[in-house]
């Protein structure tokens, strides 16, 4: 890369992920928004029936008892619920909430500061938890057990462990990557619930509800044709369903209709199945340029003139889950549904007979 030539393409950084419509990770609107649209309780909390039947049974025994309840680890993709969800428990409980996070963790000290401040039965949010320093993780691991960390005092030969005694809490953990979490770490959680993606009619009603909160008529199609391109996300349904709120208020009376949210969606390029621009240039690419590959991630970075891991992890993960892409040793390789989805026509080698067999070839 050449650091002195500022158009030289090599130095531009992955799109920032927040300026797509259909991105689920949080942008600076969603953040000022999603307090008013967050459900206070499990009984208003949408889908995730396993989940809450669990958290509902752990949360009432030990009101029950009147006891702390066990710790908690959320773990899903981002704006599935994982912080609405924490809350929530703070407020079955009717327990106060400190919120804080992996990354805001940079020694162990800061952690034993919150620790020791928190009172009896309060819920400590610790988002990302994934990303919390290997020392605070340590201290995490006495704290979570027997309620008690040791602070260190000194430095060196002459340090000594000072115990401290912590009042019994609640630690709600969450993670878009349970995977990454340490067994020691995970196993001190006594429950861990696995957020799945939304199905659309549990999004339409998601929809339903932000629409009531905000002030916004729509009828049962707009929800519909907004939950379906939502990419299974009440963040991204609740952002698609404030920008078509925009276009019915401009172009039309207001009200949202299934043909208001459809045209509305076109002007931002989310597409019926909730691709955008970008993820319909990488599909394109594949399918136009190299016949719906194989081609090497590089190359078809290249050809949509992006990052490779702007396609990689922007793109990517989007169309594999939808079944449009598959990531093989030989290759990036478009499925029968790609080409259906863009209304193409595979070549007759790929399209024909054993497909299968010729597309991720033996
Ligand atoms: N089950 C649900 N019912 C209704 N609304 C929901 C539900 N889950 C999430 N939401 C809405 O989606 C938005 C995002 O949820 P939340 O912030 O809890 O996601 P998250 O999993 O913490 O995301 P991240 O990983 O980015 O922190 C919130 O504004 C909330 O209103
Ligand atoms: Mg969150």
Known sequence: MNWDDPTDPTDTPAAPAAERLVDSVADREDQAVEAALRPKDLGE????????????????????????????????????????????????????????????????GDLAAILS?????????LDEIHRMSRPAEEMLYMAME???????VGKGPGAT???LELPPFTLVGATTRAGLLPPP????????AHMEFYEPAELQRVIHRSAHLLDVEI???GAAEIAGRSRGTPRIANRLLRR????????????????????????YEVDGRGLDRLDRAVLEALLKLFGGGPVGLSTLAVAVGEERETVEEVAEP????????????????????AWSHLGLTPPRSQGGGNGQGDLFGA
């Open 45 to 108: 909390f949408i889908g995730q029936e396993k989940v809450r039947e669990q958290l509902d049974l752990v949360l009432r025994a030990a009101r029950a008892r009147g006891a702390t309840a066990d710790h908690v680890l959320l773990s899903g993709a981002p704006g599935l619920g994982k912080t609405t969800l924490s809350m929530i428990i703070a407020a079955e409980m009717g327990a106060p909430i400190r919120i804080t996070s992996g990354p805001a963790i940079q020694h162990a």
């Open 117 to 125: 401040s928190l009172q009896e039965g309060e819920v400590l949010f």
């Open 146 to 152: 027997d309620f008690r960390v040791d602070v260190i």
């Open 161 to 163: 462990a000072i115990p």
């Open 185 to 192: 770490l995970r196993d001190r959680f006594g429950f861990t």
């Open 219 to 221: 009828d049962p199609d």
């Open 244 to 267: 078509v709120r925009d276009y019915a208020q401009v172009k039309a009376d207001g009200v949202i209709t299934r043909d208001i949210a459809s045209a509305a969606l076109a002007v």
């Open 318 to 337: 989007f169309l594999v889950r939808e079944g449009l892409l598959a990531r093989t040793p030989r290759g990036r390789v478009a499925t029968p549904a």
